[in-house]
C-alpha cells in the first residue's frame, strides 16, 4: 500500500524523482496515466494488469465506457526509473496535470498520485473532513 506525501520538482528534461519508499513499491517500471481531479496515477504493472482486466469486462456499448477507457489508457505511459531513482513523465501527461516545476507526489493505497504542488495546495485542503467521513459511513468504511 502506497502512503505518504513527498515535495520534489520536474528537471528540464521532464524527469520526476520518485520517493524511495515508492520505488521499492512500483519497481523498476510503472504505468502513469491521467488521473482523475487534474494528477496523475502510477501503478506498478501488476496493479495495471490488474485494472486492464476489469476493463475487458466493461461493456463497451456504452458512451461512458469507452469515452472513460479512452481518457486512462490513451494517455498512459509506461515509465522506467533511473539509477538516480528518477521517472521520465512524458509531456502530455504533466502538460494534463499542470506540472511545470514544483509537484507533489501522494501515496493513496493502491497507487502513487502526482500532482502540481499549486493544485494540491488549492485541492488538499479537505473540505468538511466530518461529512465526509459519515458520507464514506455510507458505503461501509468506518475508521
Known amino acids: 500500500m502506497f502512503m505518504g506525501e513527498y515535495n520534489h520538482t520536474v528537471d528540464q528534461k521532464g524527469r520526476v524523482i520518485v520517493p524511495s519508499k515508492?520505488?521499492?513499491?512500483?519497481?523498476?517500471?510503472?504505468?502513469?496515466?491521467?488521473?482523475?481531479?487534474?494528477?496523475?496515477?502510477?501503478?506498478?504493472k501488476e496493479e495495471w494488469e490488474r485494472i486492464e482486466e476489469q476493463f475487458?469486462?466493461?461493456?463497451?456499448?456504452?458512451?461512458?465506457?469507452?469515452?472513460?477507457a479512452r481518457f486512462f489508457f490513451a494517455g498512459a505511459a509506461t515509465c522506467e526509473i533511473d539509477k538516480q531513482g528518477r521517472a521520465l513523465i512524458p509531456q502530455v501527461l504533466r502538460d494534463y496535470a499542470g506540472i511545470t516545476k514544483d509537484l507533489v507526489s501522494a501515496g493513496v493505497m493502491n497507487k502513487v498520485?502526482?500532482?502540481?504542488?499549486?493544485?494540491?495546495?488549492?485541492?488538499?485542503?479537505?473540505?468538511?473532513?466530518?461529512?465526509?467521513?459519515?458520507?464514506?459511513?455510507?458505503y461501509g468504511l468506518s475508521i
Open 22 to 44: 515508492f520505488r521499492e513499491q512500483l519497481g523498476d517500471e510503472f504505468v502513469a496515466t491521467k488521473g482523475l481531479d487534474k494528477c496523475l496515477y502510477l501503478y506498478p
Open 56 to 68: 475487458q469486462e466493461v461493456p463497451l456499448i456504452k458512451k461512458e465506457a469507452r469515452e472513460f
Open 113 to 138: 498520485e502526482i500532482w502540481s504542488k499549486e493544485r494540491w495546495e488549492k485541492e488538499s485542503g479537505f473540505g468538511d473532513m466530518d461529512s465526509i467521513a459519515e458520507k464514506m459511513a455510507e
